[in-house]
């Protein structure tokens, strides 16, 4: 059984900074791409950061380039998501996915995680 739980959400003020990580088991974490997805109310779930199986290639929504960074440990089957520079429109719940092939679709990934919300004030 796939599981993948994320933690580090929180509340934090505008310019401020979070870690978000995601821990996966039941699959073999170094073969997947991983992604980070948001969903703010009312909207539709979004993409956000994604990293190849090796970690050698990553990819960026506009909205957060420069700001977030995404990483990942395959011996600890453990993705990150580094958020600097948060604004109050990076509100939303952050989801972690995996997928062998997927990387820019939310409805192209396998598994997900049950989300962790991030509340940033103004």
């Known amino acids: 059984q796939v599981q993948l739980v994320e933690s580090g959400g929180g509340l934090v003020q505008a310019g401020g900074s979070l870690r978000l990580s995601c821990g996966a088991s039941?699959?073999?974490?170094?073969?997947?791409?991983m992604g980070w997805f948001r969903q703010a109310p009312g909207k539709e779930r979004e993409f956000v950061a994604a990293i190849s199986w090796s970690g050698g290639s990553t990819y960026y929504a506009d909205s957060v380039k420069g700001r977030f960074t995404i990483s990942r440990v395959n011996a600890k089957n453990t993705v990150y998501l580094q958020m600097r520079s948060l604004k109050p429109e990076d509100t939303a719940v952050y989801y972690c996915a995996g997928d062998l092939e997927t990387i820019y679709d939310p409805y192209g990934y396998e598994y997900w995680g049950q989300g962790t919300q991030v509340t940033v004030s103004s």
């Open positions: 039941g699959l073999t974490f170094s073969s997947y791409i």
